[in-house]
């Protein structure tokens, strides 16, 4: 994944069901037009899915999509303690 913004995305994402973009933007720490190009990004790849509930945009991580599995996999995978020790031998 070459974006830190959407591994950021996906890692909030995988906390919660669901949640509106403007809480979103906050919880990466970006701003709303980063966020919203990467979700773009992210929706054509078809891993994550977002709906409108009148002005509200809601983003939610495709779950049944095998490429969500897989990214979230390999993002536990280097943030696991393991990794970690194995960057510090390299």
């Not at 809480?23 to 709906?51: A, F, G, H, P, W």
Request: with cysteine; hydrophobic share 35%.
């Amino acid at each position: 994944m070459a974006s830190t913004c959407r591994q950021k995305i996906i890692e909030s994402l995988a906390r919660v069901q669901q949640t509106h973009m403007m809480d979103l933007v906050r919880k990466v720490n970006s701003t709303y037009t980063q966020v919203n190009r990467n979700l773009q990004i992210l929706e054509q790849e078809d891993i994550v899915r977002s709906q409108y509930y009148g002005r509200m945009k809601m983003i939610r991580l495709n779950r049944q999509s095998p490429k969500t599995e897989i990214i979230l996999k390999a993002l536990r995978m280097l943030r696991s303690p393991q990794s970690a020790r194995a960057q510090e031998i390299i």
